[in-house]
């Protein structure tokens, strides 16, 4: 998987996929994420990106050319199967999302800034516009960097244990049970006596009850289908 992120603030997304599961996946050869900063596309001598909004009102509009300019460039080079704007007014990310889309090959991501992009922009190359919660962040970039993580590890091979994201919460809509490790007693509390018995059946059901027990209490939501 290829994923290209447009951003004016590269740096900030230097760190985040240089890590553990994010790291391996790129060393595998298994995930390439490149970021491309958005100022190199601009046509000014300035290396602006943004400008006033038409009708007033505070806050900056990012412009049409220098993403237009970048989108095409990119395009050049390859297809792409999403070009994905993050903005607090998408659709919401869940593991559902997560799963189709793991299933593709060439991302573009585009994050947005200030009071966001020009309308145009959205019409002419965005596919699908995703928002990671009901909260406004100051830019898409650390957005994107959930997104990459959260995609990453659900392509073939990069988890070590193939089946641990299968098990993850939200895949069956359920949360996760608790986990427990060494050990045997922390303070007063004892591991639930279930998960020494080694009996692996009884394990499976009562994981599967505290799930559900877990998800009725915390997430009911999630239950109503
Ligand atoms: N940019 C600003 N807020 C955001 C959000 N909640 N999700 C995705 N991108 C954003």
């Known amino acids: 998987m290829r994923i290209d992120i447009i951003t004016v603030l590269p740096d900030l997304l230097e760190s985040p996929f240089n890590h553990s599961i994010l ?3 790129k060393e595998k050869g298994l ?3 490149n970021l491309i900063n958005l100022r190199d596309f601009s046509t000014s001598k300035q290396k602006q990106v943004d400008d006033y909004q038409y009708g007033g009102g505070a806050g900056m509009v990012m412009m049409c050319e220098p993403i237009s300019n970048c989108i095409e460039h990119l395009k050049k ?16 990310m869940n593991q559902k999302m997560m799963n189709t889309l793991s299933l593709k090959g060439n991302f573009i991501i585009l994050c947005g800034h200030y ?4 309308e145009r922009i959205r019409q002419l190359y965005i596919t699908k516009e995703i928002s990671i919660g009901d909260y406004v ?11 990459v993580d959260a995609i990453g590890r659900l392509l073939p091979g990069v988890l070590n244990d193939e089946t641990s994201a299968l098990f993850d919460s939200f895949q069956d809509d359920l949360l996760s049970p608790p986990v427990y490790t060494r050990p045997e007693t922390f ?18 059901e009562w994981r599967h009850e505290q799930a559900l027990e ?12």
């Open 23 to 25: 790291k391996r996946a």
């Open 31 to 33: 995930l390439e994420v």
């Open 77 to 92: 080079d390859r297809s792409y199967d999403e070009i994905i704007y993050m903005t607090p007014d998408g659709e919401l």
């Open 115 to 118: 009071k966001g992009i020009d």
């Open 137 to 147: 962040l100051s830019g898409g970039e650390l957005a994107a960097a959930i997104f």
């Open 187 to 204: 303070k007063y509390l004892k591991v639930p006596e279930i998960l020494l018995s080694g009996h692996e059946k009884k394990i499976n």
């Open 214 to 225: 877990r998800t009725k209490t915390r997430r009911p939501d999630l239950l109503k289908d």
